[in-house]
């Protein structure tokens, strides 16, 4: 079965800091990996994949099958990085995590 | 290039009512998928449609539940009755394929609420 986890539910940082948002996923093929985020008041929109291994915004994200976790990190996190950001999974269907509210603050 | 488009974007029914949600996709993408986002969760999958056969309603309660996508093109999500905890927003999804990894464009959602 698919399933993507992540574990912290609000993530607060301060502007320049790094920030990491957790994700793990179980899933017994071969699979792909996205980050879907979410700002206020918009859709959510595909913010990177794996398979790309390029950097949207300042954001990478490592595919680490042995740990089957795709984190995702910024060296140096923005106010306007606060959003909901959303793991997922492809394999059979697209499966989402439940997410993470990242707040940085001023 | 236009986006998802959804209606409406807000409802407001009792429990035991109808509902029904409408979706365009963007031009020319194949696939077309249904997902429910109950509030403090991600989206999960309904319902998805490539062209206007159904690939996948495995999630789909399909005793109040139901959806169509008639000439390939726009869907219907109808729910009859509608209980509390369909309290949701739904978002009406579009991808040019059906392949694994092919980037999906979501809609601004239509938000529902049961009460």
């Known amino acids: 079965a698919q399933r993507v986890t992540q574990p912290e539910k609000l993530l607060s940082v301060f502007k320049g800091a790094p920030v990491e948002l957790k994700c793990n996923y179980s899933?017994?093929?071969?699979?792909?990996l996205f980050w879907y985020v979410q700002y206020s008041r918009q859709r959510l929109q595909l913010l990177l994949r794996h398979i790309s291994r390029e950097s949207i915004k300042g954001f990478t994200a490592d595919l680490n099958k042995g740990e089957t976790s795709f984190h995702l990190k910024k060296p140096f996190a923005q106010e306007e990085d606060s959003a909901m950001y959303y793991c997922?999974?492809?394999?059979?269907?697209?499966?989402f995590g439940k997410g993470t509210k990242l707040t940085v603050n001023p | 290039e236009a986006g998802v488009a959804q209606s409406p974007r807000y409802k407001i029914i009792e429990k035991r009512q109808s509902v029904a949600f409408w979706c365009n996709p963007i031009?020319?993408?194949?696939?077309l998928y249904w997902y429910q986002q109950i509030l403090g969760q991600g989206p999960k999958l309904l319902i998805q449609f490539q062209n206007n056969g159904v690939v996948d309603d495995s999630q789909l309660p399909k005793d109040r539940f139901s959806a169509e996508r008639l000439k390939g093109v726009d869907s219907t999500l109808k729910i009859q009755p509608a209980k509390l905890e369909d309290s949701a927003v739904y978002l009406c999804?579009?991808?040019?394929?059906?392949?694994?990894?092919?980037?999906?464009?979501f809609g601004e959602g239509s938000w529902l609420t049961v009460v």
């Open positions: 997922a999974l492809s394999g059979r269907e697209l499966v």
């Open positions: 999804a579009s991808s040019p394929l059906s392949f694994v990894g092919d980037t999906i464009y």
């Open positions: 031009s020319g993408h194949a696939t």
């Open positions: 899933y017994s093929g071969s699979p792909e």
